[in-house]
């Protein structure tokens, strides 16, 4: 038997109802598959910032560096302004693990329907792979004058070469073991420093992986291209905010954004990795129990698989096929009635 120590913050809104489903479904193929685990809970949230002042105690990254992985739910919630909360608790941990690469797979699942009328099931499967820890997400800048007319505010983005090679040598590298296609999101036509030095990059980086195809798009002409003809991607490498803005359009192509989930890696295995669904806290749906709960399922295979059970990894997302193709138990956001517990039980009824 394999035991691994999992690092569980449900943190807000829907968080704290998808990663309970997320947990049951672990445990169960963690049973058929030798696999056990030691999890841990932090009540890290809004709802503790608002009690102590803080999303998470001083020494978190500490108590959660212990851990084998983590599986993490939602952050942020009204009442504590966003950009205290998420920099006070999921900024940091990609940012303090290093978690550089930010894999997020799109698929189109039979029995899902996609908006599109182009996106049959099957028919698209990629990978956005976004840089996670620089680029347009910097605290470099400043307001000043508040208040006056002259207010202004500016915000520095960074791009280091490290940065963007490591990333891209990580999404190069996953496009050769797929299709063998890579695309680049850029913006080299408006933004005039970090988006050419980015271009320059991709090139240098390319010829270190001559097995793999690749070109580059504009962001605005790439999200057109989501849209018209999503099937011709495979890997799709884009900056912090760039990856982040695709990200959530791609799991809106795939049917709702409910299903996509994400790996936060930190490759070279330094510190834990961190898993979590693409979506967020939806307090619109918060507390009625009907939230999709496949994003964190998802994201709790893609653990298993980091963790070295790429068979207990298929074998959820098999059933989360097998339940979307085979019954019409869903979550309201894919037209069903079923709860997210109701939908966990069927799931689970197939693994
Ligand atoms: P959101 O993803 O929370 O919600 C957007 C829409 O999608 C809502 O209508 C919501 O009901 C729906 N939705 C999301 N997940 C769903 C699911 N599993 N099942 C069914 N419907 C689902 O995005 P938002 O409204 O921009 O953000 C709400 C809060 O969450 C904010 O505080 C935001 O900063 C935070 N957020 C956190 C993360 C994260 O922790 N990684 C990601 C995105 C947003
Ligand atoms: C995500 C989220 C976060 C991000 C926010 C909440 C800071 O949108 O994980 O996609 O932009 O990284
Ligand atoms: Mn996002």
Known sequence: MTNHRIALIPGDGIGTEVVPAARRVLDAVGAEHGVSFTYRSFDWSCARHLREGAMMPEDGLDRLREHDAILLGAVGYPGVPDHVSLWGLLIPIRRGFRQYVNVRPIRVFEGVESPLRSAEPGSVDFVVVRE?????????????????????????????????????????????????????????????????????????????????????????????????????????????????ILSDLAAAVAGSI???????????????????????SAPDIAGLGIANPLGAIWSAAMMLDHLGHPEAATRVTDAMAAVLAATSVRTPDLGGTASTEEFTTELLARL
């Open 132 to 244: 996670n820890v620089e680029g347009e997400y910097s605290e470099i800048g400043g307001r000043l004058n508040r208040g006056f007319p002259e207010e202004m505010a500016v915000q520095e983005a960074v791009f280091t070469r490290a940065g963007v090679n490591r990333v891209l040598d990580y999404a190069f590298t996953l496009a050769a073991r797929r299709a063998g296609r890579l695309t680049s999101a850029t913006k080299s036509n408006g933004i005039v420093h970090t988006m050419p030095f980015w271009d320059e990059l991709v090139a240098e980086r390319a010829a270190h992986h001559p097995g793999v195809s690749w070109d580059q798009e504009h962001i605005d002409a790439l999200a057109a291209k989501f849209v018209l003809d999503p099937r011709r991607f495979d890997v799709v490498v884009g900056s912090n905010l760039f990856g982040d």
């Open 258 to 280: 409910g299903i996509a989930p994400a790996a936060n890696l930190n490759p070279e295995g330094d510190f834990p990795s961190m898993f979590e669904p693409v979506h967020g």
